[in-house]
């Protein structure tokens, strides 16, 4: 397993195009996340996946996003009509979450980098 | 609402001059911190997870140490290669025993000249 992949790296579309990106996370990792990130900034909340389930999503998360993980394997972040302010660097992490306390750390991929133009 | 404070916002070393980043935090049942290392363009490389306090963890030129309140980050004799932002997330517990998301503070830029 060569870790977290994501894709595309760099997405560039015109405002109000929707977009999909998509995640595989390390295969024996059962929960799944997306952030989102600014230059400058930490790594924003926007929602995780234990196996299938879809346990938290952001408050701050406009109803034009919306993810799936689908038989608890990869994911797919969609945006829908995009603004200008979705620009940003789009992560996905991953982690084995079972009920031992150790070994949770999640993992990352390189990030697909969105521009709305 | 689990939070996390990172300082300073940015850190400029010569090659071999020591320092300490700090993160403080707040989290409702701490289950793990966690220290990530992200070059510009790239996703956060993990570093470091720590459980409780008093716990510490080495790794060539960084050692993280942790109390119930704080986090430091040491960088000893640092070399340019160490020049990166470095980001503390927490995780707490969900009020079902399940662990919570990842929260992370805004990065300390490192920069390390010759």
């Known amino acids: 397993d060569t870790g977290v992949s994501q894709d595309p790296r760099h997405k560039i579309t015109k405002r109000g195009q929707n977009v999909t990106f998509r995640c595989d996370p390390i295969?024996?990792?059962?929960?799944l996340y997306w952030y989102r990130q600014t230059l400058g900034q930490g790594p924003e909340f926007l929602t995780y996946?234990?196996?299938?389930?879809?346990?938290?999503k952001s408050r701050l998360l406009s109803d034009r996003f919306s993810a799936e993980r689908p038989k608890g394997s990869f994911s797919t972040l969609e945006i829908q009509r995009t603004e200008q302010g979705d620009s940003a660097m789009y992560l996905c992490?991953?982690?084995?979450?079972?009920?031992?306390?150790?070994?949770?750390?999640?993992?990352f991929g390189q990030g697909t980098r969105l521009t709305v133009v | 609402e689990d939070q996390v404070t990172q300082s300073p916002e940015a850190l400029r070393l010569q090659e071999g001059e020591s320092s300490s980043l700090n993160c403080s935090y707040t989290?409702?049942?701490?289950?793990?911190l966690f220290w990530y290392r992200q070059d510009p363009g790239k996703g956060p490389e993990f570093l470091f997870t720590?459980?409780?306090a008093g716990e510490e963890k080495e790794k060539e030129r960084l050692k993280a140490t942790i109390t119930k309140k704080e986090s430091f980050l040491h960088i000893t004799a640092p070399k340019p290669e160490d020049s990166a932002t470095y980001l503390c997330?927490?995780?707490?517990?969900?009020?079902?025993?399940?662990?919570?998301?990842?929260?992370f503070g805004t990065g300390t830029r490192l920069q390390v000249t010759l």
């Open positions: 996946f234990q196996n299938e389930a879809q346990l938290e």
């Open positions: 997330a927490v995780q707490g517990v969900r009020n079902t025993g399940t662990a919570s998301k990842l929260t």
């Open positions: 989290v409702s049942g701490l289950r793990g």
């Open positions: 992490a991953s982690s084995s979450e079972y009920d031992r306390a150790e070994n949770t750390e999640a993992f």
């Open positions: 720590l459980y409780s």
């Open positions: 295969s024996e990792h059962n929960r």
